[in-house]
């Protein structure tokens, strides 16, 4: 089942038929990036595909784009770095979906990558993806050398340790059985789903020229974005069916994840949604660019059913 931005769900026509086309040209590009599955290693290449093109939101894509367009960069300068996020993206769910990490057997509607070709495989269909994710960005000669190294620095500090998505990954493992703070939970999510999400923001400002007020503004913008992503998926875990999802519903409480909805009960961390929601909106208020589409993408993330 292909997740996708409708009319509805962003609110404007005109940003819906944006949100499409940017969808369609990172597609459009993924394939160009990723070597076919006729390319030796075959296993692997049909693995990263199997994944990479499985029908995603393309959210972190999207909001890179966004962020660009709305400070002036052309997609032509944006577009390779937002394929990066993606690719960075698919190769955290391959490893997370792992039998060691948080065993899960359906991801976007059919077999998690491990299911279809083995763990070792997709172990190594991750590992490719990332390392593909760097070389796009420092071979993309739509951007100067100074720029190219400011997004791969990003990147990284997003995805790896002390703060950034395998940081997360650690702290929700360890905090698996156990009962955490509210606080404690911010923070795992923060690193693990909210550091990458921001990483993408920024990396949009940087590309686009945005001055250090703006990308401040867009930082705290995408904070509150990465908070309130993380929110509703633990909602949508609760509430969803599988069909809708994606995925394995009710995973988190089998696994005794902690949760927003395990710690603070669905209607507060559905009030808890709508709070975060407003603070991403009011960070965009300082800045004199047309935001509406960044907005749009906060409302969308609210109102998700997938």
């Known amino acids: 089942m292909r997740a996708s931005f409708e009319i509805h769900d962003v609110g404007r026509v005109g940003l819906g038929e944006r949100f499409a086309r940017y969808r369609e040209m990172v597609d459009a590009r993924l394939d160009k990036l990723v070597p076919a599955e006729t390319v030796s290693p075959r296993s692997v290449h049909g693995a990263i595909r199997w994944s990479l093109f499985a029908g995603g939101k393309r959210f972190r894509p999207l909001l890179l784009l966004s962020v660009g367009e709305s400070f002036g960069a052309s997609e032509e300068k944006l577009l390779d770095a937002a394929c990066a996020l993606e690719m960075i993206h698919t190769y955290s769910l391959i490893h997370d979906d792992l039998p060691s990490m948080d065993d899960d057997e359906l991801r976007r509607g059919r077999p998690t990558c491990h299911v279809k070709f083995g763990e070792a495989t997709a172990i190594l269909a991750g590992d490719a993806l990332q390392t593909l994710a760097f070389q796009t960005i420092a071979e993309d000669e739509n951007l100067s050398g100074q720029v190219r190294a400011r997004i791969i620095a990003e990147v990284a500090r997003a995805s790896g340790v002390p703060a950034g998505m395998v940081a997360g990954q650690a702290y929700d493992l360890a905090a698996e059985s156990r009962d955490v703070t509210g606080e404690e939970l911010e923070k795992i999510h923060r690193y693990k789903t909210g ?45 969803a069916t599988a069909e809708a999802l994606g995925k394995t519903p009710g995973k988190d409480a089998r696994s005794s994840k902690a949760t927003y909805p395990a710690l603070y009960g669905l209607e507060a961390a559905r009030k808890l949604a709508h709070d975060v929601h407003e603070e991403a ?7 004199e660019k047309d935001t509406a589409s960044l907005r749009s993408l906060a409302d969308f993330i609210l109102n998700r059913r997938a």
Do not use: H, M
């Open 281 to 287: 909106c009011a960070a965009l208020r300082p800045i």
């Open 195 to 239: 550091a990458l999400i921001t990483a993408s923001a920024r990396a949009g400002a940087i590309i686009a020229g945005a001055n250090r007020e703006e990308i401040n503004a867009i930082s705290r913008y995408a904070e509150r974005l990465g908070l309130l992503f993380q929110i509703t998926d633990d909602l949508l875990d609760v509430t």
